[in-house]
């Protein structure tokens, strides 16, 4: 088992920055590649960004490009997402999510473990 445990999430106006944590335990850290999703009421669970064990491989989807960037840090066993210039449409909750193993998906039925979720709030 893994545990996921968000952080980080809160209310920013349009433009700003916020930096999402994820703090995994339970199972070897590196041994997983990592994705942030997001959810807006209403609408599917969509991909956002992933990465390898590594960190040498990342992905991101379209809108997020130039925008957002994930890293993580394998010695302190978590996942982040800076989240620059903000848009409303960015408004959703955020969950990351744990893929054993060494190919990254984009896709969430891959993913085995999933956090609680952090709400971001983009105001206009």
């Known amino acids: 088992q893994v545990q996921l445990v968000e952080s980080g999430g809160g209310l920013v106006q349009a433009g700003g920055s916020l930096r999402l944590s994820c703090e995994a335990s339970?199972?070897?850290?590196?041994?997983?590649?990592m994705g942030w999703f997001r959810q807006a009421p209403g609408k599917e669970r969509e991909f956002v960004a992933a990465?390898?064990?590594?960190?040498?491989?990342?992905y991101y989807e379209d809108s997020v490009k130039g925008r957002f960037t994930i890293s993580r840090d394998n010695a302190k066993n978590t996942v982040y997402l800076q989240m620059n210039s903000l848009k409303p449409e960015d408004t959703a909750v955020y969950y990351c999510?744990?893929?054993?193993?060494?190919?990254?998906?984009?896709?969430?039925?891959?993913?085995?473990?999933w956090g609680q979720g952090t709400q971001v709030t983009v105001s206009s």
């Open positions: 999510a744990a893929d054993w193993g060494i190919l990254v998906s984009t896709t969430k039925g891959a993913y085995e473990y």
């Open positions: 339970g199972r070897t850290f590196s041994d997983y590649a």
């Open positions: 990465i390898s064990w590594s960190g040498d491989k990342t």
